[in-house]
């Protein structure tokens, strides 16, 4: 990790503080955290633009309710976008198969759902449902879906 310390020291540099942390394009951005994407270049936002919320797969769990909740009642963002990708490593497993290898090398039965899945735009569908859905969302009218193409870089829609 030392590179990575030494790099943010490059970073804070440069770094101009004062930007306000209410994301300017009032756009929140699920995706997973694949390291092949993103967010900033493939999209083109920049630091103050939008909320970035990533996790295993871009899934729309409960915690990801939570951020979102969190971003648009108190930072105002209006718009969500779901992008999940190509590729994924969560394809390569069942939830079963996850659970019981985590029990059986911990000896805990995990409290979440590890949640892997099989085709992407079925699960972009799941989660533009959830965002539509969820009482606690109050801005679920600009809320869209994509597949990010790990091979070409490039975004293709899914629609409901």
């Known amino acids: 990790m030392d590179h990575l310390v030494e790099a943010n020291r490059d970073y804070a540099g440069q770094y101009e503080p004062g930007l306000a942390g209410a994301p300017s394009r009032h756009v929140a951005i699920v995706t997973c955290m694949d390291c092949r994407i993103d967010p900033v270049q493939a999209l083109g936002v920049h630091l103050g633009d939008a909320n ?41 497993f069942s939830d079963v198969e996850f659970r019981a290898e985590l029990q059986a090398a911990t000896g805990v039965e995990p409290p979440w759902q590890p949640e892997p899945f099989g085709a992407s735009e079925e699960n972009i569908k ?34 409901a």
């Open 126 to 159: 799941a989660a533009l449902e959830r965002i539509r859905t969820s009482p606690f969302l109050p801005h679920r009218e600009d809320v869209r879906g994509f597949v990010f193409d790990v091979d070409t870089g490039l975004l293709h829609e899914v629609t």
């Open 52 to 92: 970035v919320i990533r996790d295993a797969g871009g899934l729309v769990t409960e915690d990801t309710i939570r951020s979102l909740a969190i971003s648009q009642h108190k930072l105002g963002t209006t718009a969500v976008m779901i992008i999940q990708h190509t590729k994924c490593g969560l394809t390569t």
